[in-house]
């Protein structure tokens, strides 16, 4: 995969990357952008925070953010915990990498995607538009930005299930409404900052009882991003299309 000019891009999901070493799971919602259903907020919430978030994130052109991984199971004692980076490209150019050095990467540029693991010299390309995709992301820890175009058609992606503010941190509690993804996916939270907008923190707890949250620090937003950020060179991997 090569970059060549700086992609446009979109703004503001993300997150990824904990990587299930199963490929087929790991498949299981990236973008969390999920549809349709017509399932009301809860009419006691003052979503107001969540509507000015939302449209906060139409001025975003890039972003680019440290984050720190946790990983929890129900079979394993200890949490997994690791470090890595976001970029994001608006519109269609994205690069986590988790691990330093990097054990893991999902990059994508335009119509090209891959999961790439450099100490195996493994790679494995997705369809960024594929069903596949949308019904496997979660479990890379990832997710687009913007969430959406507007606070209505966040709506009709997700059920707002809980909304707590203290200071300038509201949390935010989800549930997608596609049901697929609701077979898999038991919550979502988002935590963000009321003062500047920026995401601190993404999670997702599973219904199998495993948990993943990504905290976010050193966010810039609309910072220039170097274009070779979103290119790889594959030679010498062994390169392989994932299952549909």
Known sequence: MNAASPPAWKSLPALWSSL????????????????????????????????????????????????????????????LERHGHVWFQIPDAFRWELGSPPTRIILRYKDEMAMIEPEKKRAQKMDPNGQGQQAGQPNLGMMEFPLAAD??????????????????????????????????????????????????????TFRDGSSLRNVFSQTEINGRIDPHVFGYDLTGYDVRNAKP
């Open 151 to 204: 606070f209505a058609e966040f709506e009709r992606q997700f059920e707002i299930l809980d909304l707590q503010t203290q200071g300038n941190q509201c949390s935010l509690t989800l549930l997608p409404r596609e049901p697929d993804a609701r077979q898999v996916v038991r919550g979502i939270q988002l935590d963000f900052d009321t003062s500047n907008n920026h995401l601190l923190a993404f999670e997702i």
């Open 20 to 79: 299930d070493p199963n490929p087929v799971r790991n498949l299981v919602p990236i973008f969390l952008l999920l549809a349709v259903s017509s399932l009301p907020a809860a009419p006691h919430l003052d979503l107001t925070p969540v509507k000015q978030w939302i449209a906060s994130q139409a001025g975003m052109k890039s972003l680019s953010a440290d984050f720190v991984q946790t990983r929890t199971f129900r079979t394993v004692k200890d949490p």
